[in-house]
């Protein structure tokens, strides 16, 4: 399997389903600690960026996937904060 492929099995491990290749949502119902936005790359380089499904488009077009893989947290949480919304960043590494 290649890494990108492990990546989808830890994330439907952990509740979060793909509901296109833009947008997640939690596959079962319960728990509301769904990322808003799920940013990943594997040790192959290639990247995955997830938006939940919950937050609106206008959100969603100031936070270009491109723009987000080179700008990182700090820039969406500086847009969640103006849109109202407070959040926090947090970072993991899964080694498989």
């Not at 949502?25 to 990247?47: F, H, K, M, N």
């Not at 959100?59 to 820039?75: A, C, F």
């Not at 959040?87 to 590494?93: E, I, T």
Request: glycine share 6%.
């Amino acid at each position: 399997m290649k890494p990108f492929d492990y990546l989808l099995c830890q994330m439907e491990l952990e509740g979060i389903q793909r509901v296109s290749n833009e947008l997640i949502t939690r596959s079962s119902s319960g728990g509301d600690d769904l990322p808003l936005v799920l940013a990943a790359r594997t040790s192959d380089g290639e990247s995955l960026i997830c938006f939940d499904a919950w937050i609106p488009a206008v959100i969603r077009m100031k936070l270009p996937k491109d723009y987000l893989q080179v700008s990182g947290t700090e820039t969406a949480i500086n847009i969640f904060e103006e849109s109202g919304m407070h959040v926090k960043a947090s970072h993991f590494k899964t080694h498989i």
